[in-house]
């Protein structure tokens, strides 16, 4: 069985959801942030990528009717994440607390939000249900637990530990460091986009198994190293701490070995 990437179905989902005549997507936008041996390649239109979700998902057993449960999933995803965290007002809130020091309080008041996010996540979870495959049904509840694992990493104790990054360059650092961080994620999961074949209507299972997992810590190593050459030591730890962190109880957590 090929183990393929596990985020692609959900950004199928999310592109298709928020194409509409209020919510365009930037494709050139988007390009700009790839690595840059990436940047060349084309990028599917929303008519190829709901083709090919679509297709997928009668493939799996579902049913137009069940791809329309799950567009509309993505859609309710969408409009609740938006309602939740308004990203320009978030960014004014974290800098006008810079100098104050209550980095913290604005963690505080988005962290108490979390909760609502995961029922969200949990509605998404359950729409596309019909139209994964068994193996990805099972896989599904891992990329649930890393994604609660993420919130819970980010909001231990209130956002304590997200406001020391803040506090201690890690902004500042990413930025420093940004061509050799995009390079570790170059070396280790660019090639998974090219694993993509909407025109074809090809999109690879969404399972986690020991490739994944190899280059998951390949990935962890090579920020973590990278990271390291900055002037505070803070960013670094934090980055290893959020890497053991989400890896918790996944099938990539060293207790839960794979054969």
Avoid at 15 to 38: C, E, F, G, M
Avoid at 146 to 164: E, P, R, S, T, Y
Avoid at 168 to 181: A, N, R
């Amino acid at each position: 069985m090929a183990i393929k990437r596990v985020a692609v179905l959900l950004f199928a989902y999310l592109a298709i959801a928020v194409a509409d005549d209020t919510n365009k997507i930037d494709v050139d936008s988007l390009r700009q942030h790839l690595p840059a041996n990436l940047q060349n390649l084309s990028v599917p239109t929303l008519d190829e990528i709901e083709n090919a979700v679509k297709d997928k998902c009668i493939k799996a057993g579902g049913s137009d009717e069940s791809y329309e449960q799950a567009k509309q999933g993505a859609q309710d995803l969408f409009n609740c994440v938006q309602g939740l965290v308004d990203i320009d007002q978030f960014k004014k809130e974290v800098e006008e607390a810079k100098p104050t020091g209550d980095l913290d309080t604005v963690f505080n008041k988005y962290c108490r939000k979390r909760n609502t996010l995961l029922e969200c996540m949990n509605t998404f979870s359950n729409a596309i249900d019909p139209c994964l495959e068994e193996d990805e049904k099972r896989h599904k509840g891992h990329g649930m637990d890393v994604f609660k694992n993420l919130l819970n990493f980010v909001c231990h104790k209130d956002g304590d530990q997200i406001a020391l990054f803040i506090a201690e360059k890690g902004p500042e650092c990413f930025l420093e460091q940004k061509d050799d961080l995009i390079k570790c994620v170059n070396s280790t999961f660019s090639g998974y986009l090219k694993d993509v074949d909407t025109s074809s209507h090809v999109i690879p299972k969404l399972v986690i198994g020991p490739k994944q997992c190899e280059d998951f810590s390949r990935l962890q190593d090579c920020l973590v190293q990278e990271l390291e050459q900055c002037e505070e030591s803070t960013p670094a730890n934090l980055v290893e701490s959020l890497f053991r962190f989400v890896r918790k109880g996944s099938p990539c957590d060293p207790k839960n070995k794979q054969g």
